[in-house]
């Protein structure tokens, strides 16, 4: 069992920057895949970007190039940075663990982009 908590999240014009955090309730340094998912109004919840044990990343198109996730094992914590934010990444962004067949949710942390 994993309790994670995101913050980070706020209100930005067209073209800045947030950074977004996930604490989680243990060691992280085992489990398989840390993840943001954000879901906007009225469309699914879609993954982000996903980092795995070893350090490998994977992102949606639409934010390569501008978001950056990364995983602090010391601190069993998880991080999105993002940059050149876009009205269209307004959203709720979710941390999701990964393990042993298992998933995890934080409850989640807004993000509103202005144009």
């Known amino acids: 069992q994993v309790q994670l908590v995101e913050s980070g999240g706020g209100v930005v014009q067209a073209g800045g920057s947030l950074r977004l955090s996930c604490a989680a309730s243990?060691?992280?340094?085992?489990?398989?895949?840390m993840a943001w998912y954000r879901q906007a109004p009225g469309k699914q919840r879609e993954l982000v970007a996903y980092?795995?044990?070893?350090?490998?990343?994977n992102y949606v198109d639409s934010v390569k190039g501008r978001f950056t996730i990364s995983r602090d094992n010391a601190k069993n914590m998880v991080y999105l940075q993002m940059n050149s934010l876009k009205p269209e990444d307004t959203a709720v962004y979710y941390c999701?663990?990964?393990?042993?067949?298992?998933?995890?949710w934080g409850q989640g942390t807004q993000v509103t982009v202005s144009s």
């Open positions: 999701n663990a990964r393990h042993l067949g298992n998933r995890y």
């Open positions: 243990r060691s992280i340094f085992s489990i398989n895949q």
């Open positions: 980092i795995s044990d070893g350090g490998s990343t």
